[in-house]
């Protein structure tokens, strides 16, 4: 009511607040973000940029746990280290003793799969790399390494430890990469049971402790204890590295399926070090699709693995 | 807040990013399942406290910045932050008047708001993240808030 206001009031505007527009630009952008990601892979360079810029700040984070193990290894006693070389010497020489068998087995076997006719399988190249502490979701699991495409790091490549699958790399940034582990609910792994040969899948639970084979039927024979170790199928793991060991196995009548579940031979949450492996495809895939692509799981799960 | 105010957006980012850190910090199992959204609560507080400063572009770079860090699908923090830090641009005068005690509930009810976004853009994306313990921070968070505010106010005014 403009005849009500005092002499000499200037007009005011009435302030229009823009705060719900800009909200929904932002969504609208994080929703674009979203689907580029998600969908296309379109934004690798971004991801990679956003990765190297995160990096000091997980460094900050390891360093401390870094600093504490530097700590505790250079203050040990020289009885501790005594006793820690003696124990390291004896498995060298069990381990030098099983080599020499497994030479003779691994000619015998070459020769063997050149009478079939059999492509050789073999991991070209190892490295070595260390897990970061750093936790990342609670809800996914995944590590990190210190290990990234500077030292040729790809995506959907396999991680083992001394005693089994680990995992396989996601996202791969200029100096780490993630890892999703096996017991990821988003990870599948083809696998094969070692005492007679059976071919299923290996789920993630969600717990690291524990896999789950939901495709068995129940009549499959399959048991307490049994071995099951990677197929080769699906062309990210190499043939034969032990995945988990089964650890229950149960029959519903009323069920078709068998419930089974397994627990990773790997020490999935408590490794320290892990090893990438660079393995020659035996099939070659199409280069502009990774072989397993982690980040669009219900997708991949197919055809990574194929139907048994 | 009467007395001297540090520069409010250098505060926001040199927060954001402790923020950041603590959100990663390597803690035991149990002690991670309770872990509240540190990041999210320093927005909120930002949002409430110093909205120049804590505007929308503020707490949908900082949700970025989460994403990126702990390596989830890009843009589903930024969502849900934004989203959040709206509602509380929104009301952050009827907020501020709140008694502590109300104000922790209706962080409670924020985070709330967030975790359930970030459960429906798990389940789009394909992650069946439906464990219990997602809800967890959501409480951690709220019961958190009454320091947190304690905390953020001192290191703001003190000079």
């Keep these: 009511m403009p005849a009500l206001r005092e002499p000499g ?25 979203m689907v580029a990601d998600h969908r296309q892979h379109g934004l690798a360079l971004i991801r990679s940029g956003l990765s190297a810029a995160a990096w000091p700040l997980q460094m900050l984070v390891h360093s401390p746990v870094a600093a504490w193990d530097w700590l505790s290894a250079s203050t040990r006693t020289r009885h501790e280290l ?3 070389n003696e124990a390291l010497r004896s498995a060298a020489r069990e381990n030098d003793l099983k080599l020499l068998r497994l030479e003779a087995i691994e000619q015998e076997n070459r020769r063997l799969r050149a009478l079939v006719n059999a492509a050789p399988r073999d991991a070209e190249r190892v490295q070595a790399a260390t897990v970061l502490r750093v936790d990342l979701d609670r809800l996914r699991h995944r590590v990190l390494i210190d290990r990234g495409a500077r030292d040729g790091v790809s995506r959907g490549q396999p991680v083992i ?8 790399t996601t996202n791969v940034g200029p100096l780490a990469a993630e890892v999703i582990l096996l017991s990821d609910p988003t990870h599948a792994v083809p696998v094969q049971v070692e005492r007679n040969g059976l071919r299923t899948i290996a789920v993630g639970s ?6 789950t084979l939901p495709y068995l039927p129940r009549n499959a024979d399959v048991q307490v204890d049994d071995l099951l170790v990677s197929s080769g199928l699906g062309g990210v793991f190499p043939a034969g590295l032990p995945v ?3 650890a229950e196995v149960k029959r519903d009548p009323s069920q078709p399926l068998a419930i089974v579940s397994a627990k990773p031979a790997a020490a999935l949450d408590r490794d320290r070090e892990v090893l ?33 | 807040m009467i007395g001297d105010i540090r520069n409010p957006r250098l505060m926001l980012l040199s927060v954001t990013l402790v923020a950041l850190v603590l959100s990663a910090v390597p803690l035991p199992h149990v002690l991670d399942l309770l872990r509240p959204d540190f990041v999210l609560l320093t927005i909120i507080w930002f949002a409430l406290m110093l909205p120049r ?5 503020a707490a949908w770079l900082a949700g970025l910045a989460l994403d990126a860090f702990h390596g989830v699908v890009l843009g589903e923090n930024a969502l849900a932050f934004v989203v959040v830090a709206f509602l509380v641009h929104r009301f952050h005068l009827r907020m501020r008047m709140y008694p502590l005690s109300q104000q922790a509930l209706v962080v409670l009810v924020l985070l709330l708001l967030y975790q359930f976004l970030l459960f429906w853009i798990d389940g789009v994306t394909g992650h069946p993240a439906n464990a219990w313990f997602r809800w967890l921070p959501v409480l951690t968070g709220a ?17």
């Design chain 1, 9 to 33: 009031a200037r007009y005011a505007p009435p302030r229009v607040s823009t705060l719900g527009l800009r909200a929904l630009l932002l969504i609208a952008l994080s929703v674009g973000l």
């Design chain 1, 82 to 84: 005594l006793a820690e």
């Design chain 1, 161 to 168: 430890d001394a005693s089994g699958i680990v995992g396989q």
């Design chain 1, 206 to 211: 969600g717990d690291s402790e524990r896999l």
């Design chain 1, 244 to 246: 988990a060991r089964v």
């Design chain 1, 276 to 308: 990438l492996l660079w393995i020659r495809a035996r099939v070659a895939l199409p280069e502009a699709e990774p072989p397993a692509a982690p980040a669009h799981e219900p997708r991949a799960k197919p055809r990574q693995a194929p139907a048994p």
């Design chain 2, 53 to 57: 400063a804590g505007g929308l572009a």
């Design chain 2, 143 to 159: 019961l958190l808030w009454p320091v947190l505010t304690g905390f953020l106010g001192r290191i703001m005014t003190r000079s």
